[in-house]
């Protein structure tokens, strides 16, 4: 038995990266009794023990606990954990300063989603040769997170973020066309990124199709490239609890004039208030309701 990391899903099939080389792995029957019906027993990323047979074949035996998971709710009702990579250590959202104009709200959607998955997240503004970067990347850089001002096209802030990614599990997500594969083929010759060998296609029902491709960096580390993230809805966090995952909210925690506010629109509101007083970013707040609104709607039974 040795130990591995998946690196590839096809179907049934895992291709696992272990000390005796890449072995393509099918499911044992005792771990394809014990999945349940919608989920996959291991997703990219995971580590798992597996049984070396001939020919570099061989079978999961067991998935390894994950030390942390970038998850989006799926299925039409969306009570379902998809979970798009485990094991990263690092969330990079990538959005470019124009063509395509940032999309905040889906930047702080990304935040919460790694702060949540328990991956340090950082943020990149591509594209700055066409355009500064929007004048909040300095807000994001004041409530803690790591912002790279990137150009494919005059290399700015490259070595800055090679180095960052160097020696970790780093999720890319974004948007399409703010150029998280010209990043990639960028760093690439430095890096020697494995492109298109290590991909995984996950389809999901008839209309959404997404890409996991994961390259292995030299010596150590691996970057995993996740596009289409506007179709994500946000798992494994309570209405609650969503406030938590806003460091500049969590400050004032216990400060407004009910308990269990929301911060929705209840009256003595600390973080409406600060948002008012031009403490907070008000469109932070904005984008907080909206997300919220989202929890609310699809965990009522919980929530009433
Ligand atoms: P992806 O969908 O996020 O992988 O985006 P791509 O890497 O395919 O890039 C989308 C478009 O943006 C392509 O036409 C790229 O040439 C262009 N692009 C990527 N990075 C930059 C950049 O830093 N500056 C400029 N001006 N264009 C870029
Ligand atoms: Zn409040």
């Known amino acids: 038995m040795?130990?591995?990391?998946?690196?590839?899903?096809?179907?049934?099939?895992?291709?696992?990266?272990?000390?005796?080389?890449?072995?393509?792995?099918?499911?044992?029957?005792?771990?394809?009794?014990?999945?349940?019906?919608?989920?996959k027993p291991a997703a990219v990323g995971d580590d798992v023990e597996v049984e070396p047979g001939t020919g570099g074949e061989g079978s999961l035996l067991r998935t390894l606990p994950r030390r942390t998971k970038l998850c989006r709710a799926k299925g039409s009702d969306g009570q379902t954990e998809g979970v798009?990579?485990?094991?990263?250590?690092?969330?990079?959202?990538?959005?470019?300063?124009?063509?395509?104009?940032?999309?905040?709200?889906?930047?702080?959607?990304?935040?919460?989603?790694?702060?949540?998955?328990?991956?340090?997240?950082?943020?990149?503004?591509?594209?700055?040769d066409l355009a500064a970067p929007p004048p909040e990347a300095e807000m994001y850089r004041g409530l803690g997170y790591r912002v790279f001002e990137t150009s494919t096209v005059t290399r700015q802030h490259l070595d800055a973020l090679r180095e960052w990614l160097a020696g970790s599990t780093t999720v890319l997500m974004g948007p399409s066309g703010v150029g998280k594969s010209s990043?990639?083929?960028?760093?690439?010759?430095?890096?020697?990124?494995?492109?298109?060998?290590?991909?995984l296609r996950i389809q999901e029902g008839k209309h959404t199709t997404t890409w996991v491709e994961m390259f292995s960096l030299p010596g150590n580390g691996w970057v995993v490239d996740t596009p289409g993230i506007e179709t994500f809805g946000l798992w494994g966090i309570e209405p609650e609890n969503l406030a938590s995952y806003y460091p500049e909210f969590r400050k004032l925690e216990g400060t407004c004039r009910f308990r269990d506010c929301r911060h929705d629109a209840e009256p003595?509101?600390?973080?409406?208030?600060?948002?008012?007083?031009?403490?907070?970013?008000?469109?932070?707040?904005?984008?907080?309701?909206?997300?919220?609104?989202?929890?609310l709607d699809g965990q009522k039974p919980a929530w009433r």
């Open 268 to 295: 003595g509101c600390a973080i409406a208030g600060a948002a008012e007083a031009g403490r907070i970013h008000a469109g932070r707040l904005a984008g907080y309701r909206v997300m919220l609104r989202d929890l």
């Open 183 to 199: 990043l990639l083929n960028a760093l690439h010759p430095d890096w020697n990124l494995r492109t298109g060998e290590l991909s």
């Open 2 to 39: 040795v130990t591995g990391r998946v690196v590839r899903i096809a179907g049934n099939r895992y291709q696992v990266e272990t000390p005796a080389g890449l072995l393509e792995c099918a499911l044992t029957n005792t771990i394809r009794r014990a999945r349940s019906r919608a989920n």
């Open 84 to 128: 798009l990579v485990a094991n990263a250590d690092r969330l990079l959202a990538v959005f470019a300063a124009k063509a395509p104009d940032p999309d905040l709200r889906l930047l702080d959607r990304a935040l919460v989603m790694g702060d949540a998955g328990k991956m340090e997240a950082a943020i990149a503004f591509n594209k700055v």
